[in-house]
């Protein structure tokens, strides 16, 4: 069975700087995808990145980037210039043949 | 524009009073699911539909049901709630495409409270 880890359960930043949040996962697959999700207060899941596990290259949307170490099986979060609008709680996930296993979330509180 | 549509988004009931909470999906998709979340145990998959009239159980499928008449609806069926049931509810729906890359789309939720 695949399991999704995320060690911090909360965390604070600055306003403008970055952060990083941190994600493992376990699984014998060799094909998956990997997703980062924000839930902001109105509770929404919002899409904030996804990485294919074929894909060696680290995805990058914007602000948002990720370090894929797919031999060490982490999957972790960098916001850089962090904004108040980032305060949320984020989830990590792994998806197989549309299934997703998520952990149990960091919630970012960003400082003004 | 696509969507993932559940209703309704907020919904107090009494324990044994059966309810249905609704899932519509304007893309297409062949797979759709329901995920739960709780403080501390992330989203997990109550039951997932890979076409209609094809559903099976996911990780909690207790107390729960589910029916996929027709493909871009996926309701979920709470035929005696009880208090251990409040939660918040997502659906799903998602593809896989070509060339290895997937699409996903969540509904916005439904906060669900059993007295």
């Known amino acids: 069975a695949q399991t999704v880890t995320q060690s911090q359960p909360e965390m604070s930043v600055q306003e403008a700087e970055t952060v990083t949040l941190s994600c493992t996962y376990d699984?014998?697959?060799?094909?998956?995808?990997l997703f980062w999700y924000k839930q902001p207060p109105s509770r929404q899941m919002i899409l904030v990145i996804r990485?294919?596990?074929?894909?060696?290259q680290n995805a990058t949307e914007n602000r948002f980037s990720v370090n894929f170490q797919k031999a060490a099986k982490s999957f972790s979060l960098k916001i850089s210039d962090s904004q108040l609008g980032d305060t949320a709680m984020y989830f990590c996930?792994?998806?197989?043949?549309?299934?997703?296993?998520f952990g149990s979330g960091t919630k970012l509180n960003v400082k003004p | 524009e696509a969507q993932v549509t559940q209703n309704p988004r907020y919904l107090i009931t009494v324990t044994g009073k059966k309810l249905t909470v609704t899932c519509s999906q304007n893309?297409?998709?062949?797979?759709m699911s329901w995920y739960r979340q709780d403080p501390g145990l992330g989203l997990r998959q109550i039951y997932y539909?890979?076409?209609?009239?094809?559903?099976d159980k996911g990780d909690v499928p207790e107390g729960y049901k589910v029916s996929r008449k027709e493909k871009r609806n996926f309701p979920l069926i709470l035929e005696s709630p009880s208090p251990n049931q409040t939660s918040l509810y997502f659906c799903?729906?998602?593809?896989?495409?070509?060339?290895?890359?997937?699409?996903?789309?969540f509904g916005q939720g439904t906060r669900l409270t059993v007295v």
């Open positions: 799903a729906s998602s593809l896989i495409l070509p060339r290895g890359r997937t699409e996903a789309f």
């Open positions: 699984t014998s697959e060799n094909n998956y995808y």
């Open positions: 990485q294919e596990a074929y894909k060696q």
């Open positions: 996930a792994f998806m197989k043949l549309n299934k997703f296993y």
């Open positions: 893309m297409n998709h062949e797979y």
């Open positions: 539909s890979m076409n209609v009239e094809v559903t």
